[in-house]
């Protein structure tokens, strides 16, 4: 169950991915680089897999909730930070 849950993880990182990599074939307002996606990769998996882990370990539905939610602001503030540097960080590049 739990390589099956890992694929299914990993399923949807490579799809997401795809998304800006099909983007960048008909468009030039898409310009990612290798380490883009890479970084992208990372976050997106280590997410995934962090939810994956509340999940699985944490019993109550309201703790899972809590932490989930915590999971996915933090993945959406790094998100914002490293594409456009909402706090300023030297890691978006200002």
């Not at 990182?13 to 008909?26: G, K």
């Not at 976050?43 to 909730?65: E, N, P, Y």
């Not at 809590?66 to 909402?86: K, Q, R």
Request: aromatic content about 14%.
């Amino acid at each position: 169950m739990k390589n099956q849950r890992l694929n299914i993880i990993i399923s949807i990182v490579v799809f997401l991915l795809l998304i800006p990599f099909l983007a960048m074939q008909f468009t030039d307002e898409v310009n990612w680089s290798l380490f883009d996606f890479a970084v992208m990769g990372i976050l997106l998996l280590s997410t995934g897999t962090l939810l994956d882990l509340v999940l699985r370990k944490v019993k109550t539905f309201q703790k899972r909730l809590l932490l989930g939610f915590v999971v996915l602001l933090a993945f959406f503030l790094i998100w914002a930070e490293l594409a456009v540097g909402i706090f300023g960080s030297p890691f978006a590049g200002s």
